[in-house]
């Protein structure tokens, strides 16, 4: 395990080159009405405002575009219900790789839909008798085809890494920034550019309360494994952190935060009404834990990290509404 190469900044760097021209350099937005609440200048990275809806397409899409020419032809596997699927499939469709996206019975049709229109081949498993890491396996021998995972891979950091790297070019260096955390390529690509270009900032990574996983492998320093959780922040539903995410995260994060899920909608409802911005719930974990933490950022420049924005329209009012 110890034989893994870590990404750096200069493979962020590499993928900001590979991205360019495809990848949306999403727009950077302050408010007043936030900066007035805090005490502080606060930078919103829109990444809910990236192509397919979040910052999944920067990884994805630098991942793909290393393939050699045996990869391209056998094409990608990638496994997700959820916007890791998007990307890989609008990825696949730009470079014109053939993609397919195992998907559960159950996931939800807008996503299948929006998966199938990106010209992504979905096959469906049962998520309770089938084990979706050896269907993708089984095809990826089978087939010759390459699996790409969510977010425990060097490309997929590298490229998630971007994001940060376009915020702190664009606003200067930070004092705190705010990252949400699932499996943690955000997370970990946003902490090569944050060392690398506002080395003293704080950077602290999100989750949601009830999947606190990331925050008890920082604090305990080994990876611990949980049961999914529930919580509305679906794409940080993830069990555990990776052995390429969990190094970097361990060695370059100042610490790991929680927040709840009320806490998640109400920012959701701040954000639309006064921001004009949708986000998804799990693009809110970054924003929620800088509000429970704006009484220590007075005078300071603060970066959150929105990550994406979708929501089904109908799920998004009956969360506010409730
Ligand atoms: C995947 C995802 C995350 C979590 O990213 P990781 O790289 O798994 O930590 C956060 N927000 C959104 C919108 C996502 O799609």
Redesign the pocket.
């Given at each position: 395990m110890n034989t893994l190469t870590l990404p750096t900044f200069d493979d962020v760097a590499a993928a900001a080159v590979r991205i360019n021209g495809y990848a949306h350099k999403t727009p950077v937005i302050t408010s007043r009405t936030v900066n007035e609440e805090f005490g502080a200048e606060v930078f919103f990275k829109c990444e809910n405002l990236q192509r397919m809806g979040?910052f999944?397409f920067r990884g994805a899409f630098n991942a793909l575009s290393k393939f050699d020419t045996q990869q391209r032809k056998a094409g990608v596997v990638a496994f997700s219900s959820?916007?890791?699927a998007q990307a890989i499939a609008l990825s696949a469709k730009l470079l014109g790789i053939p993609a397919t996206i195992i998907m559960p019975h159950d996931a939800p049709e807008m996503k299948v839909t929006a998966t199938k229109g990106y010209g992504g081949n979905v096959v469906i498993y049962d998520r309770y008798t089938e084990d979706r890491e050896q269907i993708g396996r089984d095809l990826a021998q089978k087939h010759g085809m390459t699996l790409i995972p969510?977010?425990d891979h060097p490309d997929v950091i590298a490229g998630?890494g971007t994001a940060a790297k376009e915020l702190i070019e664009e606003v200067g260096a930070l004092d705190a920034f705010f990252v949400?955390?699932?499996?943690?390529?955000?997370?970990a690509g946003s902490a090569l550019s944050t060392r690398s270009l506002s080395a003293g900032c704080k950077l602290y990574g999100v989750e949601p309360e009830a999947g606190n996983d990331g925050q008890q492998s920082f604090r305990s320093g080994s990876i611990i494994h949980i049961e999914t959780p529930k919580t509305i922040a679906d794409?940080?539903q993830?069990q555990h952190l990776g052995n390429y995410t969990f190094p970097i995260i361990r060695r370059d994060v100042d610490d790991v935060l929680t927040v709840t899920d009320a806490q998640l909608v109400e920012c959701m409802g701040f954000a639309a009404s006064r921001m004009k911005l949708l986000i998804?719930p799990?693009?809110c974990l970054g924003f929620a834990a800088a509000r429970q933490m704006k009484s220590h950022l007075h005078g300071k420049r603060v970066g959150v990290l929105v990550?994406?924005g979708n929501v089904d329209i109908a799920r998004f009012c009956s969360l506010l509404a409730a």
């Open positions: 979040a999944k959820g916007n890791h969510p977010f998630q949400p955390l699932g499996g943690g390529g955000l997370l794409g940080a993830t998804e799990t693009g990550s994406g």
